[in-house]
């Protein structure tokens, strides 16, 4: 297993750095003044020379200066460096996580439990089980979390257009979206959801196709509705704003799984429409 963890390990680097390859790779410019430099190696170290500037040790001491330099592609490339390294941190967790709990299913499945002699000895034994696998689980989660928002904080400070406009840069950015909306959610964190999923609808045609965002997003407005009409200091727009996007982003959900004219798009319309009148009762942590 742990070996199987290392190789798992292995081949998500590996793709990391192909990540970055591609996105960062020398324009065709910059490859015709390299080969012009080895062919002349003289006159490239006159070129340097006589240009007098040596900014290796260069530090800006004006704000509007700094931010001169947080503009430049090589800060760019650095910050998309840090979010994917924490990025892969995160999902190490995950999988070992996973792999832990397909371990233990594994080894309670074939043991024998011969000291159970009543029936309610098993419910609590599969009880316990059942709880210290959700406590890994959820451990394992918000522990992921914290390397995935680190990961979005440092991609958004991410400024180069030409970086943000590449399509590795936004598919990698799907992804990071997509796993941390996926821990929030299940560890019941349902409000920060919200804006990271709206964000990953923006990103691309795509995602705007994705029915797992709308099924997310539908499930988030709900829980944000069902808790605000609970509240003492119940706001009725607030109320209806999470109503509204509640129900569209269903109904955009169904018309991407069935299409317009399907009988369920037809059936879920009807139940919109009674929502309408009567507020559904939505079950959240």
């Excluded at 290392?6 to 998500?12: A, G, Q, R, V």
């Excluded at 964190?189 to 964000?199: F, S």
Aim: charged share 30%; hydrophobic share 35%.
């Amino acid at each position: 297993m742990k070996l199987r963890s290392i190789i798992k390990k292995l081949l998500k680097s590996a793709y990391f750095i192909l990540l970055v390859c591609i996105i960062f790779n020398v324009s065709a410019l910059s490859q015709q003044a390299d080969t012009g430099n080895q062919q002349n190696p003289q006159g490239a170290f006159l070129d340097q020379a006589k240009d007098g500037w040596i900014i290796n040790d260069y530090r800006p001491y004006m704000s509007t200066l700094r931010e001169l330099e947080k503009l430049s592609k090589e800060y760019s490339e650095f910050l998309l460096k840090r979010s994917v390294d924490e990025y892969s941190k995160g999902f190490d967790v995950i999988e070992d996580m996973q792999a832990e709990i397909a371990r233990l299913k594994d080894v309670y499945n074939n043991t024998k439990y011969l000291n159970e002699k009543w029936y309610w000895q098993e419910i609590d034994r599969k009880s316990a089980q059942d709880r210290h696998m959700n406590r890994l689980k959820n451990e394992a989660k918000t522990k992921a979390v914290t390397y995935f928002t680190r990961a979005i904080n440092t991609l958004d400070e991410v400024r180069s257009n030409e970086l943000k406009s590449h399509n590795t840069f936004i598919d990698y950015k799907s992804k990071l979206y997509r796993s941390y909306v996926s821990a929030q959610y299940d560890i019941g964190n349902i409000k920060p959801c919200i804006p990271i999923l709206e964000r990953y609808i923006l990103l691309s045609e795509e995602n705007r196709k994705d029915i797992w965002a709308y099924k997310y997003l539908s499930s988030c407005y709900a829980v944000m509705e069902a808790m605000l009409d609970r509240s003492h200091k119940i706001n009725e727009e607030n109320v209806i704003y999470y109503k509204n996007k509640k129900n569209h982003s269903i109904m955009t959900a169904v018309e991407l799984q069935y299409g317009l004219e399907s009988a369920e798009y037809k059936d879920i319309q009807k139940t919109i429409l009674r929502d309408e009148s009567k507020r559904e009762v939505i079950n959240f942590r």
